[in-house]
C-alpha cells in the first residue's frame, strides 16, 4: 500500500513539472502552496485506512510456544495476592496453565537439582529475577486512525509493559473490536487477551437508532449480548434509562462500568449508578458529586461550557475544596461502596498532565516510542480530544495538585477498609502513550499510599475479580496459582523496591563502581496464555514503527522542497 501510494506521489510531481508554467501562474496567483498541499495528501493517505477504523493487527510472528512443559526456574515470586514475595521457585507451565509452583531452596544458598520438577520441553533461567502477573488494565481505547493508525503499535506497546488482559470501553468499533478480541483468545495475533466493553447504541444494526426509552435500553444490551458483548460502558444517562440498561445487563451476567460525564452528573453521579447495580466506576466523575458538603452540583462559572475543553477539564479540578475529606457523607460513601462491593477504577495517570504540563509533554520515552501523528494529536487543539491546552495556567496546575490530594485520600481509604480498586490507563490521549501510562498508574496508585505489595494486587488480582464478578465465577487469571492461565511477566529488578522498573525505558540508576548512568529494569519476558513474548523485542519493533514513520515524513518533506 506504502509502495502504490508513492508511486501516485512520484506520478503527481511528475506531472505538476510538466505543467509548470501553468501552475506556477495559477497558484502564485492565489497565493496557494502546491508542495504543502501535495505533501497532506500522501501523508492524510498514507496514514488514514479506506475504513473510519484502526488498521487490525497482522498476524503473529512474535513469541514463542505455548509449550508441552515450560518450567522457570530459580525465580522470585509475587504472585498477587498481596503475599509476601517467596523464591527461590521453579514455576510449571503446560500448555496455557500453570500446572506446579515448587519451592526449591533457600536464597543466598546453592540450589540442589535433585528437589526441582523435570521434563521441561523450554525453561527460562530466572535466579535472581522477579515472576509477578500480567497486569490488568481495565480502561483502554486502541488507537484511531489519524494518532496511531495500526492496533500492532498499540498492542506491542502494552505486551512490552507486561500488560496481559485489556479491557475496552471501547477499544474501537463494535464489530472490529470482537473480530480482534476473537484473534487475541486464538493467539492468533500478539496481543493481550481483551474485554470488549461498549457504549449503549453502538453496532452496525443500530446505526440509526437511538436509546429513547427503557425499552430500547433493554433490547440493545440484549442486542450487545448476543454478539457477544462482555459488558457495558455507560454514561451518565438519566435515571429510568440507566436502570433499564443495568437491569438488563446484570440478569445477562454482563459487567459494567461508568464515566458519569458532567452533562449528567447532577442526575445519575456514582452513588445514584452504584445504587441500580453498577459493576464500578471508571475515572472519577460522580465521585466527588457523590459527597458535596454544601452543594447539589459544582459551581461552575457563568460562561462555563462543556464542548470547551479547557472549561471542561479545567474546572473540574475545582471540586477539591467542595468535599470534606473524611466527613459524615465521605464516610457515609465509602461505606456503602464497600456494601455493595463496587469497584473503583480510578485512571489517575491520564490527566497527571493536568498537574505538570512540561513534564507529560516531554516524558523519556516519547523519542523512541510515540509515533509523530500520535505525538502530533497531543499538541494544544480545539479538535483532538484531550488536547486542551489552549493556555494552562499555574491556577490550573495548582488546582489539579490539591484535587488529586483528596481524590488519592478518598481512594486509599476505601482501599484500607477493604473495598476494591484497580488500574485503567485510559492512553492515547493527553500526553499518555499506550503501556507507559498504566505503569504511571501503578506509581500513582503507591503515591496515594498504596503498598507496593497492594499495588501490583490492585494490577491483577482485584482486576481480575472485577472483571469475574458479573460472570459469578472464580478469576481464571490475574494470580500466579496452580490452575489458573499462564499470564506473568519476568522482570529482572526488583519491582516492589522500585515500580520505575516496569517502564519500557527502565529506572535510571548510577553504577558506583564504573560511575557511570545506567537504565534498569524493563520487563524481559510477557507471558501470556502460555505464549512466551520478548519484551525487548516487542519494544524494539515498536521503535523502528516510530522511526519508520519519522523517516517517511521527513523523506516527502524534503521530496517536496525539490
Known amino acids: 500500500m506504502k509502495l502504490g501510494l508513492l508511486l501516485i506521489f512520484c506520478k503527481l510531481k511528475k506531472k505538476r513539472k510538466m505543467d509548470k508554467s501553468k501552475k506556477i501562474t495559477l497558484f502564485k496567483n492565489q497565493r496557494f502552496n502546491i508542495h504543502r498541499l501535495l505533501f497532506l495528501i500522501l501523508f492524510l493517505l498514507n496514514f488514514i485506512s479506506v475504513s473510519s477504523q484502526v488498521i487490525p493487527a497482522p498476524d503473529r510472528s512474535r513469541g514463542e510456544g505455548p509449550f508441552d512443559r515450560l518450567i522457570i526456574r530459580g525465580a522470585t515470586l509475587i504472585d498477587g495476592t498481596g503475599g509476601m514475595p517467596r523464591g527461590p521457585v521453579d514455576i510449571v507451565i503446560e500448555e496455557n496453565k500453570i500446572v506446579d509452583i515448587k519451592n526449591v531452596g533457600t536464597p543466598k544458598l546453592p540450589i540442589e537439582n535433585k528437589n526441582r520438577p523435570a521434563g521441561a520441553t523450554k525453561e527460562i533461567d530466572a535466579t535472581g529475577k522477579y515472576v509477578m502477573p500480567g497486569i490488568i488494565d481495565l480502561h483502554i481505547h486502541t488507537g484511531s486512525k489519524t494518532k496511531a493508525p495500526e492496533a500492532e503499535y498499540v498492542y506491542k506497546l502494552w505486551l512490552a509493559h507486561g500488560i496481559t488482559t485489556v479491557r475496552g470501553v471501547p477499544s474501537g468499533d463494535l464489530e472490529w473490536s470482537l473480530s480482534e478480541k476473537k484473534r487475541s483468545s486464538q493467539n492468533k495475533i500478539a496481543a493481550p487477551r481483551m474485554i470488549s466493553f ?104 457563568i460562561d462555563m461550557n462543556y464542548n470547551d475543553e479547557q472549561h471542561r477539564f479545567g474546572q473540574v479540578a475545582r471540586q477539591w475544596n467542595i468535599v470534606k475529606p473524611r466527613g459524615e457523607k465521605w464516610n457515609a460513601l465509602l461505606e456503602e461502596f464497600l456494601e455493595l462491593d463496587y469497584f473503583l477504577n480510578p485512571t489517575m495517570a491520564i490527566y497527571s498532565a493536568g498537574r505538570d504540563v512540561m513534564r507529560a509533554r516531554n516524558a523519556d520515552w516519547h523519542e523512541k516510542y510515540t509515533l509523530p501523528t500520535l505525538m502530533d494529536f497531543y499538541q494544544p487543539s480545539r479538535e483532538n480530544h484531550g488536547a486542551y491546552w489552549f493556555y494552562w495556567t499555574t491556577h490550573d496546575e495548582v488546582a489539579w495538585k490539591k484535587f488529586y490530594q483528596v481524590w488519592m485520600t478518598f481512594l486509599n481509604d476505601y482501599k484500607n477498609m477493604g473495598g476494591k480498586v484497580t488500574v485503567g490507563s485510559d492512553a492515547g490521549f ?34 481480575a475479580e472485577e472483571i469475574f464478578h458479573p460472570l459469578k465465577k472464580p478469576i481464571e487469571y490475574g494470580v500466579v496459582r496452580e490452575g489458573l492461565l499462564a499470564d506473568m511477566i519476568i522482570i529482572d529488578e526488583n519491582p516492589l523496591a522500585n515500580l520505575k522498573v516496569l517502564y519500557g525505558t527502565g529506572a535510571v540508576k548510577l ?43 521527513e523523506t516527502s518533506t524534503n521530496q517536496l522542497k525539490n
Do not use: C
Not at 208 to 224: C, F, G, H, L, N
Not at 442 to 451: R, V
Not at 541 to 553: G, L, S
Open 198 to 301: 461498549h457504549r449503549p447504541g453502538s453496532g452496525k444494526e443500530w446505526k440509526d437508532r437511538k436509546i429513547i426509552t427503557p425499552s430500547d435500553a433493554k433490547e440493545w444490551v440484549q442486542y450487545a449480548h448476543k454478539k457477544g458483548v462482555d459488558g457495558l460502558k455507560l454514561g451518565s444517562f438519566r435515571p429510568a434509562i440507566m436502570k433499564a440498561l443495568l437491569d438488563e445487563a446484570n440478569k445477562l451476567g454482563m459487567g459494567s462500568t461508568a464515566h458519569l460525564g458532567q452533562t449528567g452528573v447532577a442526575q445519575m453521579n456514582a452513588l445514584d449508578a452504584a445504587r441500580l447495580g453498577l459493576t464500578g466506576m471508571t475515572h472519577f466523575y460522580g465521585l466527588f458529586e457523590s459527597m458535596y458538603e454544601n452543594n447539589d452540583i459544582q459551581t461552575w462559572p
Open 430 to 463: 493527553i500526553y499518555q502513550t499506550y503501556g507507559f501510562t498504566t505503569i504511571q498508574e501503578l506509581e500513582m496508585l503507591q503515591e496515594a499510599g498504596f503498598h507496593p505489595l497492594e499495588v501490583i494486587r490492585a494490577a491483577t488480582l482485584h482486576g
Open 511 to 553: 553504577n558506583d563502581e564504573n560511575r557511570q548512568v545506567e537504565r534498569v529494569g524493563g520487563v524481559e519476558y510477557t507471558i501470556k496464555d502460555g505464549i512466551v513474548y520478548n519484551a525487548k523485542q516487542l519494544l524494539d519493533d515498536v521503535e523502528q514503527m516510530v522511526q519508520k514513520q519519522k523517516v517517511f515524513r
